[in-house]
């Protein structure tokens, strides 16, 4: 077996991790470039969304429960904002983020009480969920598809941003908080629009992120959710295209050190097992402290200096 | 002006951000117990050269000596040696680049001010003096914490009180600083300043947003502090009245360019001085 | 003058007060017996002194120097299992490493105690508490070279990883004969069997040792705080370029607070071992991190009389008084489907969150205990003139 062989399969699935985090890193990257404000709750939204999906699946079929669960988690992401985050608008940012926090444990022991803290099975999707066969490697189609949609959305994102009206306030929004209100923005409405649009990139993510995994527990958000921040960090947070690729990178190397002993093994480096793979969430918070070390700013950030 | 100890010195000092030029070869230097002010309409660059001398910023080229050593030199590195646009370039190219940061230069002696006001917002008056004297201390973490050091303590607290008293703060010393009267804050910044026990004492536009009594009372205040502590004095100021009245030389610039430099009667009638400050019709 | 004495005569009064809760916290150590209904009050004074001193060093580091930093569950670990590896007992090491061979084959407890009897197992277990601050300061040292420049949230963010990236490699296999891979520590010196033989009486100490420990940390993170070192740590709160400007070096300082801080986070995780006789990597999330950070901010950032109240109130809370909500029958109400497992939670979630959102002060602010009953007491005071006062109308 060749090393292509070998490390393709890790690659493929890295790709695909990598899709479904840069979805949620969006979200991520988008709201810190508004509000200045790490969302650690934007995680465990992702988290309900899947949740939601479980008991809607079990309630009514998909076309319905699909379509119900994105918008109920858009509207949770729209009210978590309305009510946790702007009457602190004025406030200190450390406050802000501590109601992040807040927000984030709420909605894990909601959770727990609802799902009584046991593993629920996510639905299978049909279609999306089947068995494919790419370059010799057998996957799920959602494998293949993940990143594929997740270009597109993206795509799709930008071009909004760069070519419409409120796409023109958020980035005025996130150049200057005050002046863009000064010069007749409507702040709220910026940053509502900003929450709904992550949250939704959040429900997709989740729909394509927990069809790989067999279930989802009031945890499930919140690696994810770091991973993605991670990744939103790593690109530049603020930038888009840098939250995307920062994903793809944090979503490869992770399956690359899951996969590494067996990659090691069978080319003969290493004699016995390693367990390289108990780093899998680790290699993300080291390349998270690389980043911050060499380049404060990650791959894509503006530099900025502080006045005095 | 050879026969007073020289106190502060720049020599040629340039600051580029990107493509733009803030101050543009700056040489000055103050004497002890002097005290020299360096004026400018708005932008000129005071603040920026101000900030170059005592650490924020890093200079893009020149050097800065204190007390005849130098403690700030820099030349054109990376980047910018391409990009440079001032004079000088090879000057200091030669010589070790010192980026010492705020702190190392206030330990020698330098101490600022703020021109939008800095105190520690949640510290009394008393405790905002105080620990600008930690920086004085000899006592380690340890003896610190498990109060080895209650001689030194008493002895700092005392001489903090004496200051209040100098500067006429001792009745508002258990107030929080930021309560007080924004003549009063800036009193209180002076105070924190001189608690380092500095050789140099700068002043980044201390009258900026005050009214003309608040200034004129600044003025004498500042005369005060000058005879009392005999202190040296660099001033950065818009406020022409004020440092007309208390300024022993002046300098000026624009468009971060020395302009013009001398006593206050000799830049009072200079030309190019007024044209900076009134503005000249380039088409008349 | 009248300044010093009324200070000196305010330190002996807290050290009165301190000494008396030591006194009252080991009487009730004897009298409460665990199959009592009050013995729910030892575990939360148990749990709470260890959280409470975890809250406190966090509040040290967040609260007092202004760095946010979201690592201390890692640097918890760090001291939790520094502290059980070295107080594994020789003959309980083998079973407790199953699956390696056990690297670290000194005991302190052990090897003092066989030297010095009663009193050399206690110097063991000082040392071993000390050597759990040690390493965490050490590790902390570490990872503070490349982070602490960092700006707030980039702070939060770095330590919050570098918690899980220890949190790994405590639970690696390779580490195994050290750290015992992703298995469970025990068997080492521990709150339930830590007594005092006293001229034929035997006292039990489970509940006094934990206590103790944290109240002279807190007592060490309070001289600190007011000395010139911690009013430094200050400034640089409240404005970190006027600090500097003002001749406090930046980096050092950022770095005393955040190794002090994490020195006590080791000794708090080795005290959370002691109490739960386990160490494990795997209950040291960023979850737990979160939830110091919300004691800190219950009891109000900047105060740490607030960080001990707030730790209390909420392992009470969780604990104790709201347990009804999990258990079917809450203050009366009798009503299983809705008060079943989790609604505790939920319950306290919402408090949290109303707690940050509208008290957003705490409920110290950042005023400390003494001030806040001086004052209390000075209101009660002068009340009955006032009355009288109006009575004279």
């Known amino acids: 077996m060749n090393l292509w062989n070998t490390v393709l399969p890790y690659i493929l699935s890295g790709i695909s991790v990598g899709g479904q985090y840069a979805l949620i890193a969006v979200g991520y990257t988008m709201v810190y470039g508004i509000l ?199 690109g530049g947070i603020g930038s888009i295209p840098g939250a995307v690729v920062g994903a793809f990178i944090i979503g490869i190397s992770e399956s690359l050190i899951k996969g590494l002993d067996t990659i090691l093994l069978t080319r003969g480096l290493i004699a016995e097992q390693m367990d390289f793979s108990t780093f899998s969430d680790a290699v993300t918070f080291v390349l998270l402290i690389v980043i911050l070390v060499f380049k404060p700013t990650g791959l894509f950030g503006e530099k900025t200096t502080d006045k005095v | 002006m050879s026969e007073k100890k020289n106190v502060l010195r720049l020599d040629n000092i340039t600051m580029q951000f990107g493509g733009v030029v803030a101050v543009d070869d700056l040489s000055m230097e103050v004497n002890e117990g002097e005290i020299v002010a360096l004026i400018g309409p708005n932008g000129a660059g005071k603040t920026t050269a101000f900030n170059a001398i005592t650490g924020v910023y890093e200079p893009t080229n020149g050097m800065v000596s204190f007390l005849g050593a130098p403690v700030v030199r820099n030349h054109p590195q990376g980047k910018m040696k391409k990009q440079y646009k001032g004079s000088n370039a090879e000057k200091f190219a030669s010589d070790p680049v010192l980026n010492p940061t705020p702190d190392k230069l206030t330990a020698l002696g330098m101490a600022r001010t703020f021109q939008n006001i800095r105190l520690w917002k949640t510290q009394s008056v008393f405790d905002n003096v105080l620990i600008a004297k930690h920086m004085l201390r000899t006592s380690n973490f340890f003896s610190a914490t498990f109060r080895g050091n209650r001689a030194e303590e008493e002895k700092q607290r005392e001489e903090v009180l004496e200051l209040l008293k100098i500067v006429g703060l001792e009745d508002v010393q258990h107030e929080l600083a930021t309560s007080l009267p924004y003549g009063k804050q800036r009193r209180l910044e002076i105070a924190r300043a001189l608690a380092t026990k500095p050789k140099l004492l700068m002043l980044d536009e201390p009258a900026a947003g005050m009214n003309p009594q608040e200034t004129d009372e600044l003025t004498a205040f500042i005369g005060r502090i000058r005879s009392e502590f005999n202190m040296t004095i660099l001033l950065i100021e818009h406020h022409m009245d004020l440092v007309m009245d208390i300024s022993d030389r002046i300098y000026v610039i624009d468009f971060g360019k020395l302009i013009a430099n001398g006593t206050p009667e000799v830049i009072q ?16 | 003058m009248i300044d010093k004495q009324a200070t000196k005569r305010k330190n002996l009064i807290s050290l009165i007060a301190v000494l008396a809760f030591l006194a009252l916290v080991l009487a009730l150590d004897q009298i409460i017996k665990p199959t009592s209904r009050m013995y729910m009050l030892l575990t939360v004074l148990q749990k709470g002194s260890v959280y409470a001193l975890a809250a406190v060093s966090m509040n040290l580091l967040n609260g007092f120097t202004g760095l946010f930093s979201l690592g201390h569950a890692g640097f918890m670990l760090i001291g939790a299992y520094t502290y059980a590896i070295f107080s594994i007992p020789s003959d309980a090491r083998d079973t407790v490493y199953q699956y390696f061979d056990a690297a670290v084959r000194i005991s302190f407890p052990e090897l003092l105690g066989n030297a010095l009897g009663g009193f050399g197992t206690a110097l063991g277990v000082l040392i071993s508490v000390l050597l759990a601050g040690l390493v965490a300061a050490v590790f902390a040292y570490l990872i503070g070279l490349p982070v602490l420049r960092l700006k707030s949230d980039y702070l939060a963010i770095a330590t919050l990883g570098f918690a899980e990236i220890i949190r790994a490699i405590f639970q690696w296999k390779k580490l195994g004969p050290v750290t015992n891979g992703s298995n469970l520590l025990k068997n080492f010196a521990r709150c339930s069997t830590f007594k005092l033989e006293l001229g034929g009486t035997t006292l039990s100490l489970s509940t006094f040792v934990p206590v103790l420990i944290a109240t002279v940390c807190i007592a060490v993170i309070v001289l600190l705080v007011n000395s010139t070192y911690g009013r430094a740590f200050k400034a640089i709160r409240d404005d970190e370029v006027a600090a500097e400007a003002m001749g406090i070096n930046l980096a050092r300082h950022k770095m005393l607070s955040f190794c002090t801080s994490c020195f006590f ?125 109006q009575g004279n109308e």
């Open chain 2, 269 to 284: 009638n200079d030309q190019r001085v007024i044209d900076a400050y009134l503005g000249v019709e380039d088409d008349a």
């Open chain 1, 36 to 234: 200045r404000l790490i969302n650690f709750a934007h995680g465990d939204v992702f988290m309900v969304a899947g949740l939601m999906m479980v008991y809607f699946a079990a309630a009514m079929p998909l076309y319905a429960a699909i379509p119900l669960m994105i918008l109920l988690t858009v509207l949770l992401g729209f009210t978590i904002e309305r009510v946790a985050y702007k009457p602190l608008r004025t406030a200190p940012r450390m406050s802000v983020m501590i109601s992040a926090i807040g927000v984030s444990y709420l909605l894990q022991n909601l959770a727990l009480y609802i799902t009584g803290g046991l593993n629920k099975n996510y639905p299978e999707i049909p279609w999306i969920s089947d068995k494919i066969t790419v370059f010799g490697a057998t996957t799920t189609r959602v494998t293949v598809i993940t990143p594929f949609l997740t270009v597109v959305l993206v795509f799709a994102l930008v071009f909004l941003i760069n070519n419409t009206k409120i796409g023109m306030a958020m980035r005025a929004v996130s150049k200057d908080f005050e002046t863009a209100e000064l010069m007749g923005i409507r702040i709220n409405n910026v940053i509502s629009a900003t929450f709904v649009i992550g949250t939704f990139l959040a429900a997709v993510g989740s729909l394509l992120f927990f069809s790989n995994y067999p279930g989802i527990v009031p945890t499930s958000g919140a690696m994810p959710g770091l991973k993605a921040f991670v990744a939103a960090v790593f």
């Open chain 3, 265 to 389: 986070a080791g000794v708090s995780g080795a005290s959370m071992a002691m109490v739960l006789s386990i160490a494990q990597a795997n209950n040291f999330k960023s979850a737990m991190t979160y939830e110091i950070l919300l004691m800190v901010v219950l009891g109000g950032i900047g105060s740490i009389s607030g960080s001990v109240i707030g730790a209390m109130l909420f392992i009470s809370a969780s604990e104790w008084w709201l347990r009804g909500l999990d258990s079917g029958t809450f203050l009366g109400i009798n009503a299983p489907d809705v008060f079943r497992n989790g609604f505790r939670l939920v319950v306290f979630s919402i408090i949290i969150m109303i707690v940050v959102l509208f008290f957003r002060k705490g409920i110290m602010g950042d005023r400390e205990l003494p001030e806040v009953l001086g004052n209390l007491l000075r209101r009660h005071a002068s009340k009955p003139a006032v009355k009288e006062a």
